[in-house]
């Protein structure tokens, strides 16, 4: 199985500022990567797959990057929404393999 | 609009057998597969198995001895049943559907293994 490595697991940052979330698969991808938001009570959503390509929906300050092994997700301008866990998945074979998250705080 | 529900027991004994149920709207299941992933508390999530449009299964295959898909597309009702539960599967367990990649989650139920 392909294993995913995220960091950093823990992220504290302020309204308006910007983060990057590093994802690296154990064996090349292409750019089969997808990025999700989980909050308490809601639904996991969807942000981005295939490196780059936003879900409908997804705003755009959220931006991903990245092909191979390494990978990463930029959010610009952080809102007060934005605040939870990400976790990135490949999704070029099966087993389907998440990373283990980040948890993005209000500093 | 598209919507998961998973149901079933919050808590099943070690050794028993899990029985679950996603029931889904606003789409069918002949046209979506549909998988299963779960999250142990405080880890991260693990995919479990997947319920193809066509009827096709495939599963992960650390848990394929014991796991089980099927499903009623006359009732839109997609079923997981796991066997020999063991305390480390306790978990939340969810049901999302295939689309771009996994577009749509139910909100997961709560699964405790104990005696």
């Known amino acids: 199985d392909v294993q995913m490595t995220q960091s950093p697991s823990n992220l504290a940052a302020s309204p308006g500022e910007s983060v990057s979330i590093n994802c690296k698969a154990s064996?090349?991808?292409?750019?089969?990567l997808a990025w999700y938001q989980q909050k308490p009570g809601k639904a996991n959503k969807l942000l981005i797959y295939?490196?780059?390509t936003l879900q409908s929906g997804t705003p755009s300050r959220f931006s991903g990057s990245g092909s191979g092994t390494d990978f990463t997700l930029t959010i610009r301008n952080l809102e007060p929404e934005d605040f939870g866990l990400y976790y990135c998945?490949?999704?070029?074979?099966?087993?389907?393999?998440f990373g283990a998250g980040t948890k993005l705080e209000l500093k | 609009q598209v919507q998961l529900k998973e149901s079933g027991p919050g808590l099943v004994q070690p050794s028993q057998t899990l029985s679950l149920t996603c029931t889904v709207s606003?789409?069918?299941?002949?046209?979506?597969?549909v998988h299963w992933v779960r999250q142990p508390p405080g880890k991260g999530l693990e995919w479990m198995g997947r319920?193809?449009?066509?009827?096709?299964?495939y599963y992960n295959s650390a848990l394929k001895s014991r796991l089980s898909i099927s499903r009623d597309t006359s009732k839109s009702q997609v079923f997981l049943k796991m066997n020999s539960l063991q305390t480390e599967d306790t978990a939340i367990y969810y049901c999302?559907?295939?689309?771009?990649?996994?577009?749509?989650w139910g909100q997961g139920v709560m699964v405790t293994v104990s005696s």
């Open positions: 319920m193809k449009y066509d009827g096709d299964t």
């Open positions: 606003g789409f069918s299941l002949m046209d979506y597969s």
């Open positions: 998945q490949q999704h070029n074979e099966y087993p389907p393999t």
């Open positions: 064996k090349s991808i292409s750019k089969y």
């Open positions: 999302t559907r295939q689309g771009a990649l996994f577009d749509y």
């Open positions: 295939s490196g780059s």
